[in-house]
Nanobody, 124 residues
């Protein structure tokens, strides 16, 4: 069992930055690909970014955040980060951290574990 706890959300003005963190319990953190998703009320949850397991650090980003967001991980600290720069009002959402056994699981939201989310609000 893996528990994921997100933090770092809040209110920021357009053009600003935030860094989200997700701390995982358990000893197998490094073996999971780690993902970030986001969801606006009334809309489907959408993929944001994924980073591969172990030290390979292959990443994939949604087109909407490419060049603005950076995903990274610290396996020693059981933590995955999402650095968000040049934020836009349309980035407003609840951001979820998720762990998957397969790197490609983000294509169909087939995650093994989900966090409870952290709210990011970007004002114009």
């Amino acid at each position: 069992q893996v528990q994921l706890v997100e933090s770092g959300g809040g209110l920021v003005q357009a053009g600003g930055s935030l860094r989200l963190s997700c701390v995982a319990s358990g000893r197998t953190f490094s073996s999971f690909a780690m993902n970030w998703f986001r969801q606006v009320p009334g809309k489907e949850r959408e993929f944001v970014a994924v980073i591969s397991a172990f030290r390979i650090s292959t990443t994939v980003y949604a087109d909407s955040v490419k060049g603005r967001f950076t995903i990274s991980r610290d396996n020693a600290a059981n933590t995955v980060y999402l650095q968000m720069n040049s934020l836009k009002p349309e980035d407003t959402a609840v951001y979820y951290c998720a762990a998957s056994s397969s790197f490609s699981a983000y294509r169909n939201n087939a995650m093994d574990y989900w966090g409870k989310g952290t709210l990011v609000t970007v004002s114009s």
